[in-house]
């Protein structure tokens, strides 16, 4: 009995996951139920996919890495840090105008942003957080972003964006749709921006080659992309992954 209860324990791997902090709620959900189904447990270093990248390209003992987009995940690839193998794209997600819940006349568009009277905007930075990224070309489609490149409020990812939104700092921001269905009534969204205006919203996950625990890692990604992880995720507003969604 002893043997086996010890065998038990040993056998049972906690696993670090690198994520998106956009996908905080929905995986907390996705690691509660895995456990339950399992007995594993997974733990979270949540930040930007660009602050995230930077850490594992430095060695951070990190076995999974979820991005908020391609491109840091390609880096990775490239620099021979992710097992290429194992990327799968776990969820999607759209692009939405918020504006401070007590907010009298909020933008009808993002095209309303170019007035002046509209205020400071906020968006992630875009070298770092995908969410800027994806914001800075919506605002270009729209052809405002010139417009606003002296009122634009960058944060350091797209929950400090909402921050600031919910705080009433900004008059307006642009985060994802999840995470403002998290806010719930702190903020308010005064449009949705066109899946056409950006680059198709994705997340896209690998495990680090480095790990010591790559088959704990794989196998919780499975998961993840797995009915019961989707489930989960849908729970808190996160789309199927677009098509065509490796670049």
């Known amino acids: 009995m002893l043997i086996l209860v010890l065998a038990s324990v040993v056998s049972a791997e906690t696993v670090t996951v690198a994520a998106a902090i956009s996908l905080k709620d929905g995986l907390a ?8 189904d399992t007995g594993e447990s997974v733990e979270f270093t949540l930040g930007s996919s ?6 594992i390209a430095s060695g951070a003992p990190v076995d999974l890495f979820i991005s908020a987009a391609n491109k840091q995940v390609n880096e990775l690839v490239k620099q021979g840090l992710l097992d290429e193998a194992t990327r799968k794209a776990i969820a999607g997600n759209a692009l ?8 009298t006349s909020p933008p009808a568009s993002l095209k ?8 400071k905007v906020a968006i992630g930075e875009p070298r770092s957080v995908p969410a800027g990224q994806y914001a800075e070309q919506a ?5 405002v972003a010139e417009a606003l490149k002296d009122r634009l409020v960058l944060g350091t990812n ?3 964006v909402l921050d600031y939104v919910e705080r009433g700092e900004v008059s307006a921001g642009l985060v994802y749709a999840t ?3 998290v806010a719930g009534a702190k903020v308010r969204v005064a449009c949705e921006v066109a899946a056409g205006e950006h680059e198709p919203i994705v997340y896209p996950a690998a495990v680090v080659k480095a790990s ?15 009915e019961k992880g989707q489930a989960c995720l849908k729970e808190f507003g996160f789309t199927p992954p677009p098509q065509n969604s490796r670049k």
Do not use: H, I, N
């Not at 660009?50 to 850490?55: D, I």
């Not at 939405?96 to 907010?103: E, K, N, T």
């Not at 010591?212 to 990604?221: D, E, G, I, M, V």
């Open 112 to 119: 309303a942003l170019a007035d002046a009277g509209a205020g």
């Open 139 to 143: 605002l270009r489609s729209a052809g």
């Open 29 to 36: 959900k996705v690691a509660e139920r895995y456990r339950a």
């Open 212 to 226: 010591r625990r790559r088959a704990a890692a794989t196998k919780f990604l499975d998961y993840l992309a797995s």
């Open 158 to 160: 797209v929950r400090q």
């Open 50 to 55: 660009g602050q995230l990248a930077s850490q």
């Open 179 to 181: 995470d403002a269905k």
């Open 96 to 103: 939405v105008l918020v504006v401070p819940a007590d907010a």
